[in-house]
């Protein structure tokens, strides 16, 4: 354990993020001097080019970690000394640990999905799941479904040639499991057959309004999961309780991947459920400010 923790983030768009909030409250909580800072790609003029030279440049400047985001989870592979046999696996880093000058990379995304699934969806059947979503967050999801049982996963994306990719890794993994890709106009094909589905692309973010599921494909028998936490009720969210659906909003998953990289950063333990709940408490205070944004907007568009 340390007192003083300097930590960061890599991605692109992330200037936003809840993360530095969520990991500085839990270490101030703990008595920690915990300082986390974002490096937003765009807002640099980077590109996952320069991911080396960031990666080297946080290490020698005593970073103790680094949360990676999209566009960067398998692209950061190559600046790594080390994997952890799950990230191996999945091909994707979401967390990388400074240890004795070597960068080890983690993925704390898919254990952080599936502790949140076992916390609302554990009774859930999984005899056969539909997946929209192939890359890194993808990956990760896909591999805490199977590790908790899925017989059949279909991966569906826009990028065929991803998902099939996907596919063939996961069977190497999980052989007693039956993986393969769908075309993305097979979606609703898939559904009628289904006893879950999981959605794990940016579209319902406010930056990528909108769903990718119709919503006429959704029924009370079908369980609906997200890996969208902003907000935490996405149109696909909202859809599905419409249809009487029990569903898993993006809001575990980012807590419980946040719980897992504090404690790899740290050495230190963190409180799950205060966590949980200034993650909420965030999420609705900025809810909250864009609804009334939103209806000051209105009123001065009609007074004018």
């Known amino acids: 354990m340390t007192d003083s923790v300097l930590c960061g983030l890599i991605g692109t768009g992330v200037l936003p993020s809840l993360t ?7 270490g101030r909580r703990q008595g920690l001097r915990y300082l986390y800072r974002i490096i937003d790609l765009d ?10 030279r960031l990666v080297r440049s946080a290490r020698d400047l005593g970073f103790r970690g680094l949360n990676i985001t999209h566009p960067c989870k398998q692209a950061v592979i190559d600046c ?12 994707a880093v979401n967390t990388v640990v400074f240890d004795d000058g070597r960068a080890v990379g983690h993925n704390t995304d898919w254990s952080g999905f599936g502790r949140a699934f076992d916390r609302e969806l554990a009774d859930a059947p999984v005899r056969s799941v539909v997946q929209i979503g192939a890359g890194g967050a993808g990956a990760a999801v896909a591999y805490a479904l199977l ?3 899925v017989g059949h996963l279909a991966l569906v994306d826009a990028d065929a040639v991803r998902a099939q990719r996907l596919a063939r890794t996961l069977v190497t993994v999980f052989p007693g499991a039956v993986i393969d890709s769908r075309p993305l106009a097979t979606l609703e094909a898939a559904l009628a057959g289904a006893d879950g589905l999981v959605h794990a692309t940016p579209m319902g973010m406010a930056e990528h309004p909108g769903s990718a599921v119709p919503a006429a494909a959704l029924r009370p ?11 935490l009720r996405t149109e696909l969210v909202r859809a599905a309780e419409a249809a009487g659906a029990r569903t898993l909003n993006g809001g575990g998953m980012a807590v419980y991947q946040a719980v897992e990289a504090y404690r790899l950063f740290t050495g230190v333990e963190p409180d799950a459920d205060r966590m949980r709940a200034h993650l909420l408490s965030l999420c609705a205070a900025e809810e909250s400010d864009t609804a009334a944004f939103a209806s000051s907007s209105a009123d001065r568009t009609y007074r004018l």
Do not use: I, K, N, Q
């Open 20 to 26: 530095p909030p969520l990991h500085e409250e839990e």
């Open 147 to 149: 590790s908790r049982g």
């Open 221 to 231: 028998d079908l369980w609906v999961a997200e890996v969208v936490y902003r907000p």
């Open 80 to 91: 790594l000394d080390e994997l952890t046999p799950d990230a191996a696996r999945l091909g």
């Open 43 to 52: 807002a640099l003029g980077l590109t996952v080019a320069d991911l080396p």
